[in-house]
Structure formats: structure tokens, C-alpha cells
């Protein structure tokens, strides 16, 4: 039961309320988006492609979002609904699987400033993208209270005002 009644979606999309609030954070930092997804596999996850691409044009950033590590920014490989998000050059950010989503995009913004800001490849930081996934819980982890903290991240009750997780 949440505040507003009986909580209708199944444990499988109980991310919704929280990628919602992700997704708004970056709007209200006016962080262009074209895409995203939620995928139909576990460990629960999620993509949000950006607008903002790299000097040559081609090269496409997207977060993705695990229930296992949490997000990830890099350049976008592949992915969609049936495909895990592969990221080239990614870093993981914030520490933990469910940061406060005005962390997210305060990071991302950073990041892509740091990112935009190099015109050359000589410039490219080796330390600054990579790393290791982190580990802060299984999904099969069923009683850890994971759910509940999504649950604490209810989306909006009225559907429209959704963006539309289910496809590109």
C-alpha cells in the first residue's frame, strides 16, 4: 500500500516512480534526451540516450541504469528493451544504486561539460572515464528493502504525466 492507494505495477517496473524522477532532474538541468527505455531482462535496468554528442557528431552519450550498480555514463554502443546497454568509455557515478536523482544530474551535467569541453584526442583523460561495476546488491536479493525505497519514488498518478518507458 503506498499514500495513494494499492501500488499497481509489478515488482518488475516498481523503477518507474524513481527513473521518472531521474529523467525530470535532467529536463530541469535542461540536459537534452532522444531516447529511452526500461529493458525486459534482470537484473532490472534502464537507458536514457542524450542529445549531446561529441565534437565529431557521431558519438552519442546515454546513462544506464541497474538495479545491481546503479548508473553509468558513457558512449553509447547498443541496446534497447531486449539488448543490455553496452556503453564504451563508461564511468560509474554518484556511489550508490539509488542516488537522489538531482545528484544524477548534476553529475552528468558536470561530466558531459568535462567531456564537451576536449577537442582533441590527445586530451582525453585516461582516469576519467572506466572503472569496475560496483556491487551494492543482488537482484536476487528479494528481501533487502530495495523495493520499499523504490516504492518511496511513486510516479505521478496521473499516467500522461509519464514519459513513455517503452521504446525509442
Given at each position: 500500500?503506498?499514500?495513494?492507494?494499492?501500488?499497481?505495477?509489478?515488482?518488475?517496473?516498481?523503477?518507474?516512480g524513481?527513473?521518472?524522477?531521474?529523467?525530470?532532474?535532467?529536463?530541469?538541468?535542461e540536459?537534452?534526451?532522444?531516447a529511452?527505455?526500461?529493458?525486459?531482462?534482470?537484473p532490472?535496468?534502464?537507458?536514457?540516450?542524450?542529445?549531446?554528442?561529441?565534437?565529431?557528431?557521431?558519438?552519442e552519450f546515454?546513462?544506464?541504469?541497474?538495479?545491481?550498480?546503479?548508473?553509468?555514463?558513457?558512449?553509447?554502443?547498443q541496446?534497447?528493451?531486449?539488448?543490455?546497454?553496452l556503453?564504451?568509455?563508461?564511468?560509474y557515478?554518484?556511489?550508490?544504486?539509488?542516488?537522489?536523482?538531482a545528484?544524477?544530474?548534476?553529475t552528468?551535467?558536470?561530466?558531459?561539460?568535462?567531456?564537451?569541453?576536449?577537442?582533441?584526442?590527445?586530451?582525453?583523460?585516461?582516469?576519467?572515464?572506466?572503472?569496475?561495476?560496483?556491487?551494492?546488491?543482488?537482484?536476487?536479493?528479494v528481501?533487502?528493502?530495495?523495493?520499499?525505497?523504490?516504492?518511496?519514488?511513486?510516479?505521478?498518478?496521473?499516467?500522461?504525466?509519464?514519459?513513455?518507458?517503452?521504446?525509442?
Open positions: 500500500m503506498s499514500s495513494r492507494g494499492p501500488w499497481p505495477v509489478p515488482w518488475h517496473r516498481l523503477q518507474l524513481y527513473l521518472h524522477d531521474v529523467y525530470l532532474a535532467l529536463i530541469r538541468r540536459v537534452q534526451l532522444s529511452h527505455w526500461i529493458s525486459e531482462f534482470v532490472r535496468s534502464a537507458t536514457i540516450l542524450l542529445a549531446e554528442t561529441a565534437s565529431n557528431g557521431a558519438t546515454a546513462l544506464a541504469w541497474d538495479e545491481e550498480s546503479g548508473w553509468r555514463l558513457g558512449v553509447f554502443v541496446g534497447d528493451e531486449r539488448c543490455p546497454t556503453l564504451r568509455r563508461q564511468e557515478i554518484c556511489g550508490a544504486v539509488l542516488p537522489d536523482p545528484e544524477v544530474a548534476d552528468v551535467v558536470t561530466l558531459l561539460r568535462r567531456h564537451l569541453r576536449r577537442r582533441w584526442p590527445w586530451q582525453a583523460s585516461q582516469t576519467f572515464w572506466g572503472g569496475y561495476p560496483p556491487s551494492y546488491r543482488c537482484y536476487r536479493d528481501d533487502d528493502g530495495f523495493d520499499d525505497l523504490l516504492r518511496g519514488h511513486l510516479p505521478p498518478d496521473d499516467p500522461s504525466c509519464l514519459p513513455s518507458w517503452s521504446g525509442h
